[in-house]
Structures are given as C-alpha cells and as structure tokens.
C-alpha cells in the first residue's frame, strides 16, 4: 500500500504550512517557474530536498504572481540566506513557443497545461521584482534558463546576442549545471557569516566582478573570452568563444573562464567533477513525495504526468550532439546510480495506487550509456572532445551493455511489474560498434534482441535526424548507414518473434549546413524504406549549442569555416515540405522547388507511378493555389499571442531526463535544439572537431599550443 502523506511531507509553499513545521523563519525561499512537483524529475523539488536533508529550512514558492502587488513575493517574507531562482525544467521561451514562434498549445509544467503561470524569461523577472522588494537579500539563479545563459549567448526570440543573465537579471550568482554540491557549499559559507560578494571559490558559480577583484589576478591558466562588445561587433568572435566554453564544459579538470562586459568580468568557475555513485544515490533517495502537493488535487501537470512511472538511472551524455545541451548542463561523464538505489525507487513505483504494471521509462539522458566509461582514467582526464563515440567511438570507451542487462532483468523479475519500456533514446551506434571485446559484442547483441522484445510498446523511436552525410557530421550524429543496418537487424528480430512492431525515426529540417536538395534526397531515401515521417521538426536555435553558434554566426565554431543556414520563414518552409512527399496537397510544390533547383530528377524518384493529384488547382500558372497560400501563411508569420497552435510540444529540455536538448538536469526530457522529441531521455552523439582558430577582431588572439593564457579584448 501506498503511503498516506500528511501536508508537512512536502516542502512548505506557503506560511500556514511554514507554521505547520513549527519554524519562524526559512533560511532558503525558492521560487519556481514550474508547477511544484515533489519528484527526483523536476529541479526545485531536487534542490529544496537536498538543502532540506543538510538541515537547512527550505520553501517554494512555484508560479508566483508577477503582476500587480507582489503579494506572492512577500507572503513568505526574507529568507536568512539567500531567494534561488528556479526558471523551470525547461528553457522558458522553448517550452511557451515552437520553432516558428507560435504558441504552444500548453503548458507541460502548469496545472492544467494553462499558459498564463509563467511570464517569459522567468529568471529575469522574478530577480528584478525581488531586487525591488528585498534589495539586500541576495539572488542566486539556477536552472537550464540561466545555466545556459551565463556567458554571451544567442537568443532565438529575441533575434541577437546578449549579455550573461546576471547583467540583464541583477541577480549575484548564477550556479550552473546539476546543482546539489555548490549549493550546499554556497550556504555553507553564507551561514559562516561571509557576504554573498566575498564568496568566489564555489565550483560551478558565475560572478559579475572588476578585473582587479578577480581572485588571484588574470593567470595563465584562465581562458579570457572575447568581449561581450567585440561579439557584437565580431560574429566570428563568438564563434570562437563558444569552442572554449564547449570544451571546458566537457573536461574533467576544467580551466576558468573570463569574459568582459560592461567593463567588468563574467568569471565562470570550473565545475565540480561528476557525482560519483554514492552522492547519486543521495540524491535520489531523498524522501520524494514522488506527488504534486494537494493543491493540485483534480489537475493536470503534463510533464508529471509524463514521467510519474519512469525511472532515471543516471546522469550526463557523452554523445555530444551539436544541437542539444545536456553536455552543457550535465557534461559528458557518466555518473551512474547503483542497483540498489534503482531498484528501491521502482518498488515505490509499484506501490503508487494507479500504477498498472508497466514502467513507462527506465532510461537516463541516453537509454544505453550507464555503466559505460574510459578504459583509462587518465587518458580521460586529460580529454577535451566533446563526445565519446563521434566521429569515432573512442578507443578508451568501455561499451559494455552489461551492466544495464543485469539492471533491466532485476527490475522485471520484481513482483508488479508486468514491463518496462525504454523511453528514452537508444544509441543504435553503440549497439553496432564492434569493438576488441567480443563479450561486450556479445552483449550488444543481446541488448538489441531484449530490447526489441521485451522493452518496445509496439513503436521503437531513434534518432537519425538526417540521411546526409555531410549534414550529419555538423550535427554530430553517425551515418545514416548505421541507422540502414539497425533498422535490418530490427526487422529480422521482428520476423523471427512474430512481432508487428514498428520503428520512428526522427528528423530535424533547417539544420546548420542543410540545402534543399539534402532535404530532397532525405524525401527519396526515407521513401524507399517505405516510412511516412511524423516525427520531425525545424531546428530552433537554443543558447549554447554548437548548432546555434553556427547558426547565428554562419561559421563552425571549431574550423571558422563559412557554414550555411536556411533562415528566412519562406526557405524553412521548402525544406521542410519534403518531410510530407506522401501528402497529395504538397506534391506540386515539390516538384516546382526540385525544378528550380535543378534536380528534376528526383521527382520520378518520388512519383513514378504516382498519378498526380488535381484537387481544384490551376496548373495553368505557377501562382500557388489559395489553399496552399493560406496555410503558408498561416505557418511561416508568427502568431498574434492570443491565439492557440495546436501543434504537439516538442522536447526541449534540460537534462535528467529523456530526450533531451533544454532541460534543467533534473526532468525527464531531451534538452536538445527543438525536437518533438516527446519521451526519451538525451541521447545524440558528439564530435571531435579540431581546427586552430585565428585571431580577428579588435586588436591581438594569443593561442599557445595548448589552447592556455588566451586573452581575448
């Protein structure tokens, strides 16, 4: 039986349940963009049960009113401590409007789905009317929104570049990524007495500060960015920037990051090194309601009721897609939580009174990386690429599938459970990878087979994103090729079971380097393996993805080489009408853009035999029929905001959770750059690009060999 819980099992939202506890006073008030949720999933929830279990007093207050009087703001008055900023488990502007900046038709993290609980850039306004309110109290921010914006950043909405949010924010620290070891270290040292200003040794903090404040001086260990102004002035700049924040947000022993805006330094402390086993499992045995709180009785929270029967194993992505942020957020180490913490988590599962049997997810930012790590500790440790397993699998990597097998049989050998599904994203190309061990070859096999048999509802999903090659490796992904051999070997275990079971693919248009004719030829390869895309989507830049850096700079990040980006609504729109060669309706305009960009050819590859359609169109003029232009219309102009889309939410979110390109680290869905990605949990892959960057800009680039002691100005 399910345990009865009483108001006092979650963390206080309001005074009377402060009272209840017999407190006077709250050391730590957290506020929330998200519906509050007591759960391992959703970051607030995290943050608050950690501090909680250090003895510190903790409250939230999840969806504030930002209008009016502020009375939200002040109904739990000062905290001792310090108000955390917790902007929601994903990007705030990614989870309100889709690619073509039109409204979502919900909400996933409000009750109800509703869209008016959350203002946009939560961060900023929250921090600004607490500024307004407490003006000696510090802010500190957290979360995928600020984490991601803690330097120079592109910003898709707003259609430029802007400064790190502690600029536009007035907040006083940012701590960035997972977020349990820095804060208990950050009121660790706010409880000695020390002011927030004096604290500038906490790992996995960012700070505004004068450059003669900086702790020990500017050394030659730091890397000193270019200027927020020379970026501006400078979009190559930027783009070399970004190469530096991506490798220091993938090594084990990160170098400091300096930065200069506004005549002072954005100093980005090095992270912590990954959690190991035993503080994962910390984490998540805290006492989680695994529940919203009673004041939702009777709503719907959709992501909740998303991930409520899923379980997460472990942390971080050494996939490394250039679209996607978990490596950002999380890093590309692995940190795993043991079997024991695992299975315990499932049994509260089962006993959750409208659990059927069946586990919707067991998974973790990737389906199949747990357990997976370098050979080689030090080989590791002195590592700068970005991902494990692109353009090459590393020969460092162990990709034994092992340990995850002995996971799945425990879990399905429980009493109440009938079956687990793997939602989240499969890395088919390291089930494919041959490597020197033949037992890990051996388990890959049998991965595979147990997968497809016992872990799929009917309908498996992965990820190719594109069949081009060329495109493929500015995403970072592997050959279509591999995808071509999966789908073989999934076919043949499907006839051999006798099972009817279906695969979906995933595919992103508009993606930096991708023409119309890459499109085209996606239209014709995806045809001949007979499938119907749904599952697909336009990127949308997210801040701090190497895709969005190219995107908005129109150069690779680690080459400087000119890279194209279809941009305009009009050349989104013809690249991503080949998506849907099956529909009647959209015929006619493929063959017009295939003409006009001289591969006729590929229309009979589309249509031989097809007869063509005539549902009240003059072919007599090349004008497109008023039906069609109205839904262009319709789809390329933004959307008045008092108007509803209602196209499905794609899955943009932060990091712990399955798929994933803009989540905070705690959520169950992929943070990656604009995907439907509806369920499964990070998974893409990441390359090893290399190429010196030269200095432009303002003035001198110093490099020495080994990429220390840049000072950019």
């Known amino acids: 039986m399910m345990k009865e819980y009483r108001l006092t099992d979650w963390l206080p939202t309001t005074k009377k349940e402060i009272e209840l506890r017999g407190w006077d006073s709250v050391d730590v008030i957290l506020f929330s963009a998200d519906a509050y949720v007591d759960h391992p999933s959703f970051g607030a929830a995290v943050i608050g049960r950690t501090l909680e279990a250090a003895g510190y007093r903790v409250a939230i207050v999840p969806q504030p009113d930002w209008h009016g009087d502020f009375r939200d703001f002040k109904k739990l008055g000062r905290p001792n401590l310090f108000f955390g900023i917790a902007p929601g488990c994903m990007d705030s502007m990614v989870n309100k409007y889709t690619a073509g900046k039109r409204l979502r038709s919900e909400d996933a993290y409000s009750p109800?789905?509703?869209?008016?609980?959350?203002?946009?850039?939560?961060?900023?306004?929250?921090?600004?009317?607490?500024?307004?309110?407490?003006?000696?109290?510090?802010?500190?921010?957290?979360?995928?929104?600020?984490?991601?914006?803690?330097?120079?950043?592109?910003?898709?909405?707003?259609?430029?570049?802007?400064?790190?949010?502690?600029c536009d924010s007035g907040a006083d620290m940012i701590i960035y990524g997972m977020g349990e070891k820095p804060i208990l270290e950050l009121c660790s040292q706010l409880s000695e007495g020390k002011h927030i200003a004096?604290?500038?040794?906490?790992?996995?903090?960012?700070?505004?500060?004068?450059?003669?404040?900086?702790?020990?001086?500017?050394?030659?260990?730091?890397i000193v960015l270019y200027s927020h102004e020379e970026c501006l002035r400078n979009k190559k700049a930027e783009a070399d920037n970004f190469r530096h924040i991506e490798e220091e947000s993938n090594k084990m022993h990160a170098q400091r990051l300096l930065q200069e805006v506004d005549g002072k330094y954005a100093v980005v402390n090095p992270p912590y090194p990954p959690m190991t086993s035993e503080e994962?499992?910390?984490?998540?045995?805290?006492?989680?309601?695994?529940?919203?709180?009673?004041?939702?009785?009777?709503?719907?929270?959709?992501?909740?009721?998303?991930?409520?029967?899923?379980?997460?194993?472990?942390?971080?992505?050494?996939?490394?897609c250039a679209f996607c942020t978990i490596s950002a957020h999380q890093g590309k180490f692995i940190a795993c939580r043991s079997k024991e913490s695992i299975i315990k988590e499932v049994k509260k599962v089962i006993e959750m009174p409208d659990f059927k049997g069946y586990l919707s997810d067991l998974g973790g930012p990737s389906a199949n990386m747990y357990g997976m790590h370098g050979k080689n500790p030090k080989a590791c440790a002195v590592c700068k690429r970005p991902s494990c397993i692109n353009p090459q699998i590393?020969?460092?990597?162990?990709?034994?599938?092992?340990?995850?097998?002995?996971?799945?049989?425990?879990?399905?050998?429980?009493?109440?459970?009938?079956?687990?599904?793997?939602?989240?994203?499969?890395?088919?190309?390291?089930?494919?990878?041959?490597?020197?061990?033949?037992?890990?070859?051996?388990?890959?096999r049998q991965y595979t087979r147990e997968l497809i048999c016992k872990h799929v509802s009917g309908r498996l999903k992965v990820a190719p994103e594109h069949t081009s090659d060329a495109v493929l490796k500015l995403m970072r992904k592997p050959s279509f090729k591999l995808f071509e051999e999966f789908k073989r070997i999934f076919d043949k275990i499907n006839t051999e079971e006798n099972l009817r079971q279906q695969i979906i693919p995933y595919f992103i248009s508009s993606h930096p380097g991708c023409r119309e004719e890459d499109m085209a030829e996606l239209a014709v390869i995806t045809k001949r393996l007979d499938f119907h895309l749904e599952q697909v989507q336009d990127f949308t830049p997210t801040p701090m993805t190497v895709s969005t850096e190219t995107w908005y700079t129109g150069y690779d990040p680690y080459t400087l080489e000119p890279v194209f980006s279809a941009k305009t609504p009009r050349d989104k729109l013809a690249q991503r009408q080949f998506f849907?060669?099956?529909?009647?309706?959209?015929?006619?305009?493929?063959?017009?853009?295939?003409?006009?960009?001289?591969?006729?050819?590929?229309?009979?590859?589309?249509?031989?035999?097809?007869?063509?359609?005539?549902?009240?169109?003059?072919?007599?003029?090349?004008?497109?029929?008023?039906?069609?232009?109205?839904q262009f219309e319709r789809d390329v102009q933004p959307r008045d905001k008092n108007r509803r889309a209602h196209d499905k939410p794609s899955s943009q979110r932060d990091g712990f959770g399955k798929q994933g390109s803009q989540r905070d680290g705690y959520g169950k869905q992929r943070d990656c750059s604009g995907g439907k990605y509806g369920g499964g949990k990070g998974y893409n892959a990441g390359g090893n690009y290399s190429g010196k960057?030269?200095?432009?800009?303002?003035?001198?680039?110093?490099?020495?060999?080994?990429?220390?002691?840049?000072?950019?100005?």
């Open 580 to 630: 849907f060669w099956y529909k009647p309706e959209e015929r006619r305009g493929i063959e017009q853009e295939l003409r006009r960009i001289g591969r006729p050819d590929l229309i009979q590859q589309l249509y031989a035999g097809v007869p063509a359609p005539n549902q009240g169109r003059n072919f007599g003029n090349n004008r497109r029929p008023e039906f069609e232009r109205q």
């Open 693 to 713: 960057a030269n200095g432009n800009g303002r003035g001198a680039a110093a490099r020495k060999d080994n990429g220390r002691n840049i000072r950019r100005k």
């Open 394 to 444: 590393c020969p460092n990597l162990v990709t034994d599938h092992t340990p995850l097998l002995d996971i799945y049989h425990a879990v399905d050998a429980l009493p109440g459970i009938k079956k687990s599904f793997i939602g989240s994203g499969v890395r088919y190309d390291l089930l494919l990878h041959k490597s020197k061990e033949e037992k890990w070859n051996a388990a890959a």
């Open 112 to 166: 109800d789905g509703r869209h008016d609980c959350r203002p946009e850039y939560p961060t900023i306004v929250y921090t600004k009317i607490l500024k307004q309110l407490f003006p000696d109290v510090p802010v500190v921010l957290g979360g995928i929104e600020a984490s991601l914006r803690r330097l120079t950043h592109y910003d898709y909405w707003k259609e430029g570049l802007q400064k790190c949010i502690l």
């Open 198 to 222: 004096e604290i500038r040794n906490v790992p996995q903090t960012v700070y505004l500060t004068k450059e003669e404040e900086i702790p020990g001086g500017i050394t030659s260990d730091d």
């Open 280 to 320: 994962l499992d910390h984490s998540f045995d805290l006492p989680y309601t695994r529940l919203p709180p009673p004041k939702y009785k009777g709503k719907r929270i959709p992501a909740y009721d998303m991930i409520k029967f899923s379980v997460n194993m472990h942390r971080g992505c050494f996939g490394g």
